[in-house]
């Protein structure tokens, strides 16, 4: 399949939430939404940006159009989607799924109001000014999904507490991949904890890096956030059955199809809150007033059923602190 096939053929894999041929055709305000990521495991944040815009007045296929564009984890696809939603002249460009996104949006737009949600802080990225005036035609919402990678190390060793390695998963080609590394290996410093660093950015390349913790004994596994790693999390998550690796995840999703433990922001209300940033920049708000969000709620999300099958109990400790238990 040639590039240009494929980018219409990713473009569309959402199409059961399009209405055909809209953006140009439709007299109602058209958003981009451009995501680094897949649309299935976004279902639940896309119905969270949904009721954003319902909160602010806007129903999508009423009084609004959205126009999808999922890059599937090609991240090298992200700059091209995002041209093609300027062309058609979206009134919002929602830049999702992280920094790759963001990335594309802004250097393809000065002008159209883009709302993004991050996992860092944009301020520290480089996409605002500050968090409270970010200036120009951006603003948005910080997950804090790369700062959660140290706690999350921290979680899984108070699960499996005589756990001698931690294999750690990250994407080299992520924008973030150096803090994460760094995040990840200040706090296995600080506990104690002998860790594996490894790369994954494809299919294969995941496949080998399980393969790897197998080979060095890993008797656990932190998979870092990121979007290409929630697009293959099917993947991911059977092949950590496959080899009985317990493994700790970032969103509650990840725990809902059968990981072990997630642990994270509620990205759906974040999505929410973008949602809702989409609709007060449709309105008339300029995005450049309008201070970045700072998610305040996290999650902690057990599998009891993923940890019975792996043979271990859950420290009460661990079972008190959690946000919700899936038996």
């Not at 564009?69 to 002249?89: I, Q, T």
């Not at 200036?135 to 790369?146: A, M």
């Not at 792996?310 to 946000?323: H, K, R, V, Y």
Request: overall charge neutral; glycine content about 8%.
């Amino acid at each position: 399949m040639r590039r240009r096939e494929f980018i219409a053929f990713v473009g569309g894999t959402a199409a059961a939430w399009l209405l055909p041929a809209r953006a140009e055709q439709s007299t109602v305000p058209v958003i981009g939404f451009l995501n680094a990521a897949s649309p299935r495991p976004f279902a639940n944040y896309v119905a969270g940006f949904r009721a954003g815009l319902k909160e602010t007045g806007y129903v999508d296929g009423q009084n609004v159009a959205i126009e999808f564009r999922w890059a599937e984890g090609h991240y090298d696809l992200l700059p091209e989607m995002a041209a093609d939603l300027v062309r058609r002249k979206v009134a919002v460009l929602a830049a999702t799924g992280g920094a790759p996104s963001i990335t594309a949006a802004k250097a393809t737009t000065t002008t159209i109001p883009i709302v993004f949600t991050i996992g860092t802080d944009p301020a520290r990225a480089g996409f605002v000014s500050s968090l409270s005036r970010p200036g120009g035609n951006i603003t948005g919402v910080n997950l804090f999904v790369v700062a959660m990678e140290s706690k999350r190390l921290g979680l899984l060793r108070a699960l499996i507490p005589g756990v001698q390695l931690i294999a750690v998963l990250l994407n080299p080609n992520r924008q973030t991949y150096a803090q994460q590394k760094s995040d990840v290996e200040e706090a296995a410093h600080a506990i104690g904890q002998q860790v594996h660093l490894l790369s994954a950015s494809n299919e294969t390349e995941i496949d080998a890096a399980f393969a790897t913790a197998v080979q060095l004994r890993a008797g656990a596994m932190l998979v870092t956030g990121d979007p290409f790693f929630s697009s293959q999390h099917d993947k991911i998550i059977a092949l950590a059955a496959r080899h009985a690796i317990p493994a700790i995840y970032e969103q509650r999703e990840h725990a809902l199809a059968g990981g072990l433990m997630s642990y994270g922001t509620n990205l759906s209300e974040g999505y929410h809150q973008a949602g809702v940033y989409a609709g007060r920049i449709l309105k008339g708000e300029k995005p450049g007033d309008l201070p970045v969000v700072q998610s305040s709620k996290f999650e902690l999300v057990i599998n009891l059923k993923t940890a019975k099958a792996l043979g271990i109990e859950i420290p009460p400790n661990l079972s008190a602190e959690a946000d919700e238990i899936i038996e």
